[in-house]
């Protein structure tokens, strides 16, 4: 027998073990003892509500909904009611990012907006958001930390569950409890060729290895379109038609909180923007791309790039010559991120918007600033427009004093932009908030 003093000892270590154990590390109540299916959604694209929904509730069956808070009512995307709907038919709500990020490639400070604001834009929205999905399965040890900090109880990677042609000696279902609850496994993304077969092989599977967790990763629900990662209605109805009796032999149905427990944790806000232009004078690039600008524009046009030594001040500038038009435009824009790069709004502020520019276009091209803003769900959205520019073959700047900030805005985006043949220069961006 140790001596007191070790006994005492290791009582504290065995205590402070337990303490610092998370409680989601252990199966929540009623956790499955066979195979759990969970059916999840990425992306909240409007095909899930139109499609997937009937499905499911059809079959008596609730998903995840994984939804970036920045799409949310765009074109191609469920609105805020019909995720609403989702919600109250018993399905869950997840987090994805404000705009579908590759998170490994962001800064930390980056991360934590697109996750943890994310995040706290759902819950502004009313949704219960506990679990996460990682845009493209891509995270890493640093990412997986930020899910935690932002409060989530869970995230999901792609991969790491046998599939047909990938995936050879990995295992056949997800464990209950996972070992590690911020890299949950799943089979491959579900694709246009895979078939109900397939579907079924991810269960049986797992029947036919001491059971565990299959969840299933869906994009698109649709029938005929032009998407690589989309399942038809039918294939989806006929593998449910499939699975539903299946819970007679134990295999069931789960939402991933159903699976994973655990309570909801409290909103966490990311890192605050910044109140200036960054990199103003575009110095610093990466890939000929001034660091926290953007390349923008649209329509028909035909368009190069220079980063110029032809500057205002410092060594760069940033020209763009298009030589070809139908429609559209050309412009060098501050990033439009979840606030690492994009300055700071206040809601009732107006602000000074400065670029240096020149450059030649004909009498009929109308050059302007262009100004965005973006709201607190993540979604961007172009604002306003500065006065017509003349060509110039010196530097000239444009200053542009913006309405006030309309409510529930967060970040200012601007630059000029060319919206005919010709060739324009910027440089040396500032931004200086007027005050209310």
């Known amino acids: 027998m140790p001596p007191p003093s070790r006994t005492i000892a290791l009582l ?3 205590l402070a073990s337990l303490i610092a154990v998370p409680a989601l590390a252990a199966a929540p109540a009623g956790a499955a003892t066979g195979t759990v299916v969970s059916l999840t959604f990425d992306d909240g694209a409007q095909d899930h509500y139109d499609n997937a929904r ?11 909904f994984y939804i970036n808070s920045g799409r949310v009512g765009s074109s191609g995307y469920m609105d805020r009611t019909e995720i609403a709907g989702l919600a109250a038919g018993g399905h869950e709500i997840g987090g994805h990012t404000i705009s579908h990020a ?6 930390t400070a980056e991360q934590q907006r697109q996750v943890c604001d994310d995040r706290v834009a759902l819950l502004n929205m009313g949704f219960t958001v506990k679990n996460f999905a990682y845009p493209y399965g ?5 990412v997986e930390k930020v899910v935690r900090d932002c409060g989530y109880n869970s995230a999901r990677t792609v991969g790491g569950v046998v599939s047909p042609g990938s995936c050879s000696g990995c295992g056949y279902s997800e464990t209950i409890p996972p070992a590690d609850a911020y890299f949950t496994q799943t089979p491959d993304s579900i694709k246009t060729g895979t ?9 049986t599977q797992a029947e036919n290895h001491g059971g565990g967790w299959v969840q299933l990763v869906i994009h698109h629900v649709c029938e005929g379109c032009d998407d690589t990662y989309a399942v038809s209605p039918t294939t989806l109805n006929q593998f449910l038609d499939w699975l539903q009796p299946r819970a007679a032999q134990g295999t069931t149905v789960k939402t991933v909180d159903q699976v994973i427990g655990g309570s909801l944790q409290p909103p966490v806000q990311g890192p ?29 046009n035909t368009f190069t790039w220079t980063r110029t030594n032809d500057s205002h001040t410092g060594q760069y500038a940033e020209r763009v010559d298009i030589t070809a038009r139908t429609d559209g435009d050309r412009k060098l824009v ?22 240096w520019y020149k450059g030649s276009w004909g009498s009929g091209v109308t050059t302007k600033m262009s100004i965005y803003y973006r709201n607190a769900a993540g979604v961007w959205t172009f604002w306003t427009n500065g006065p017509t520019l003349a060509a110039t073959s010196t530097w000239q700047r444009t200053l542009v004093t913006t309405p006030a900030v309309p409510a529930g805005a967060t970040n200012l985006s601007f630059g000029v932009a060319l919206p005919g043949v010709g ?3 910027v440089d040396d961006f500032t931004l200086t908030d007027e005050g209310p």
């Open 12 to 14: 504290v270590s065995l």
């Open 54 to 64: 009937p499905a499911l509730d059809a079959h008596g069956m609730k998903g995840t």
């Open 102 to 107: 590759d998170l490994p490639t962001l800064a």
């Open 138 to 142: 891509n995270a890493d040890s640093g």
């Open 195 to 203: 078939t109900v077969a397939d579907l079924k092989g991810y269960v």
């Open 272 to 300: 605050p923007s910044p109140l200036t232009v960054q990199n103003p004078s575009l110095e610093a690039a990466t890939n000929g791309v001034p660091n926290c600008f953007q390349l923008g524009g649209y329509g028909t």
């Open 334 to 355: 501050t990033r439009q991120d979840a606030g690492t790069c994009a300055p700071a709004a206040s809601p009732g502020h107006t602000y000074k918007l400065g670029v």
């Open 423 to 425: 060739s324009l220069t």
